[in-house]
């Protein structure tokens, strides 16, 4: 499974970014992380295969949505309300049987 990342850029405070992310194939479970410079692998949110059942990390909650589009086989992050501490990579992850990973996306929050 190939998995493709978009829609990072760069953003004020209090905006929104949308980040997509195409799969090749199918999966179970369809989530983020996010890595800061000089910081670990931040988990941000998952969804389910059917985008029913969903998790975020406890920064993002209640300012990013997570959403599934089976009839495109994408996933997508809506973040509103950014913060500068948002700035980050952000990678797509999928996972049936195995994990799979896409290239990150950057995304930069000014003040």
């Known amino acids: 499974v190939q998995l493709q990342a978009s829609g990072g850029g760069s953003v004020q405070a209090g905006g929104s970014l949308r980040l997509s992310c195409a799969a090749s194939?199918?999966?179970?479970?369809m989530g983020w992380f996010r890595q800061a410079p000089g910081k670990e692998r931040e988990f941000v949110a998952r969804?389910?295969?059917?985008?029913?059942?969903?998790a975020y990390g406890n920064s993002v909650k209640g300012r990013f949505t997570i959403s599934r589009d089976r009839a495109e086989n994408t996933l997508h992050l809506q973040m509103n309300n950014l913060k500068p501490e948002d700035t980050a990579i952000y990678y797509c992850?999928?996972?049936?049987?195995?994990?799979?990973w896409g290239r990150g996306t950057q995304v930069t929050v000014s003040s």
């Open positions: 992850y999928g996972f049936r049987g195995n994990p799979y």
């Open positions: 194939g199918s999966t179970d479970v």
């Open positions: 969804a389910n295969w059917s985008g029913v059942q969903t």
